[in-house]
């Protein structure tokens, strides 16, 4: 996936995560930085660090896998790549993990689910990697679209996790 017609054409995400070597992705995502820069932009849409729950989702490709562990390590070493020359949008916040009813879909989930396996990799893109801005989900969670969703933006990212950068939502 490039940034532009003519830049790197590097593999998916999930052919990267394959290779478990979060330095060798921070690499990866300091070249799509500083291309993306190169031609004027400032925001790389990416990474994307959704748990894959289902080969059949329609964006697997575009997340490193299925363990949260996993999707921590490579996320922050993304974002702290993408970040040397651009702002990084780790998307896509949060329990997103199904294609053809991702607009509709109200995952219902409980807190220590949503903790554990929906959200630590995105605290550790806050945390560890400094994310400058996140982007939300299509879906619900419990009941509020995740663009609208005051437990997961206003309590959890802003007060509980400080983060301080912006939230993009989704395009439709």
Known sequence: VG??????????????????NPELERSVGEAMGRELRAVGGNVL??????NLRHPS???SQETYG????????MGVAAVQGIQTYVLAN???YAANSIEDTRIRV????????????YLAHFRA?????GAASIMSAYNSVN??????NVTLLRRILKEEWGFDGFVLSDFV
Do not use: Y
Request: aromatic fraction near 6%; charged fraction near 25%.
């Open 66 to 73: 299925e363990d949260v562990h996993h999707l921590s390590r």
């Open 3 to 20: 940034v532009h017609d003519g830049a790197t054409v590097f593999p998916v995400a999930m052919a990267r995560g394959a290779s478990w």
């Open 90 to 92: 780790p998307k896509h």
């Open 106 to 117: 109200d995952v219902t989930v409980d807190e220590r689910a949503l903790r554990e396996i």
């Open 125 to 129: 893109a806050v945390h560890e990697g």
């Open 45 to 50: 849409l990416a990474p994307a660090i959704n």
């Open 143 to 148: 009941g509020q679209f995740c663009g609208e």
């Open 57 to 59: 989702w329609g964006r």
